[in-house]
């Protein structure tokens, strides 16, 4: 593919951002540190990255005008939203440098064209995704091999946090969740062993240069992510090296420029399975900001704009504890109160980012709370007395 040669963008020139979430506006923060402007673009005008940024365009994400505005005035442009329209991205991409390209972005965001793309990769990157089949029509249902059952049913389009999940016993079960989703396009998956799960950060420059981050081992609660701990508990030295070599040939092997971020799975008999890719900075990622040299808002903002890629290293043990909503609210009822920050931040080492969310619903994003230690020992403790004082339950 023969691509446009752009040189480095220097401060203090404007990056876009496409979508006003959390993403966006810890990348403003990473970007405007480094003396950056950011624009962003985004269809509602109060929200998280939009409070952050230098200017803002209120519009949809395939709004022409108002891509052709954003394009004018950004060096480059990167999206935080991974359902971006990838169309709009190629429309950019025709005015501006775009990080991560269209046709990246569009990979990832079908889970049946990822798991084609991660069969491909497999002879370099020695990971396969789980075993799978395409339910889309009932003929599909009667030809699933026994062997895919029990499974879990995805949609191939739009799910995030466990959204658009079904676990399914039998062919009956199959039926009934595929109805249930509309007829919309479906992946069978087999359902593993999992013995816990972990996900590789990587950054790729436009020079083809990559850096990968320390693996990390998350915990999920209810679909969302619960905790991002660092180094993973469990991980062993030789299943972090075979994570991050998967991760680099899987970057490389996309062409892929800018942040992306690899979930694995490890099964019970140590087998890697990949198996899913953000094309961004990633909720497992956040630890970055307070436990490593560079982190993963400042690497993409380094990625888009071709300079030099930032030091990976981590310089302490950390564990990100995602803040939902939840914690605002005493017991079942319907009553709010602002949780007591005050008491968390006494905790030495705790670092707290809140998303400036007005409305505290329950499950929503609302911050998150990294705690770095000398020791993970310690980091443990620490997040045992931070769940105590939000009253979040904490199973061991
Ligand atoms: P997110 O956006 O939070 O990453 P998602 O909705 O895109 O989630 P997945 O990551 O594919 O969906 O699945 C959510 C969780 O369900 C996984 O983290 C894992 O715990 C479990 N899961 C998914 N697929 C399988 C599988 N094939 N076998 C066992 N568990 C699975
Ligand atoms: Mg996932």
């Not at 951002?17 to 950011?38: D, E, I, N, T």
Request: aromatic share 6%.
């Amino acid at each position: 593919m023969s691509e446009k040669q752009y040189s480095p963008a220097l401060p203090p020139a404007t990056l876009g951002v496409m979508g006003g979430g959390q993403l966006g506006r810890m990348f403003a923060h990473a970007a405007q540190s480094m003396g950056f402007k950011v624009a962003v673009l985004e269809p509602s005008s109060d929200c998280p990255a939009g409070q952050a940024a230098d200017s803002m365009i209120v519009a949809g994400y395939d709004d022409q005008s108002a891509l052709a505005a954003l394009g004018a005035q950004c060096v480059a442009v990167t999206t935080e939203f991974e359902n971006v329209p990838a169309d709009s991205l190629a429309l950019l991409a025709q005015q501006t440098f775009v990080a991560p390209a269209a046709q990246c972005v569009s990979v990832a965001q079908d889970r049946l064209l990822e798991k084609r793309f991660f069969v491909d990769c497999a002879p370099l990157s020695g990971v396969m995704p789980a075993p799978h089949k395409t339910i889309a029509s009932t003929e599909d249902i009667d030809a699933i091999p026994d062997d895919l059952l029990p499974g879990i049913l995805k949609t191939v389009r739009m799910g995030y946090d466990g959204k658009g999940q079904v676990r399914v016993k039998t062919r009956a079960d199959v039926a009934a969740a595929f109805a249930a989703m509309n007829g919309v396009t479906c992946l069978l998956e087999k359902m593993l062993p999992l013995a816990y799960e972990v996900s590789v950060l990587t950054a790729r420059g436009a020079d083809g240069e990559s850096v990968v981050y320390p693996i990390a081992e998350n915990v999920h609660r209810d679909g969302i992510l619960f905790t991002t701990t660092v180094p993973g508990p469990n991980v062993s030295d030789e299943c972090a090296l075979r994570a991050q070599d998967a991760a680099r040939s899987i970057v490389a092997q996309l062409g892929y420029v800018g942040v992306l971020c690899i979930e694995f799975f490890v099964l019970q008999d140590g087998t890697l399975v990949v198996n899913e890719m953000a094309p961004r900075p990633h909720n497992s990622g956040h630890y970055t900001i307070d436990a490593c040299v560079t982190s993963q808002f400042a690497q993409q903002v380094r990625a888009m704009a071709r300079l030099p890629l930032g030091d990976v290293r981590q310089h302490s043990p950390a564990i990100m504890l995602n803040i939902l909503g939840d914690v605002w609210y005493e017991g079942s009822g319907d009553a709010v109160r602002e949780p007591d920050w005050a008491k968390v931040l006494a905790l030495p080492g705790a670092c707290l980012h809140l998303y400036g969310k007005e409305e505290p619903r329950r499950a929503r994003k609302m911050g998150h709370l990294t705690l770095v230690a000398p020791s993970l020992a310690e980091a443990h403790a620490k997040l045992r007395s931070a769940c105590a004082i939000l009253n979040i339950g904490l199973d061991e």
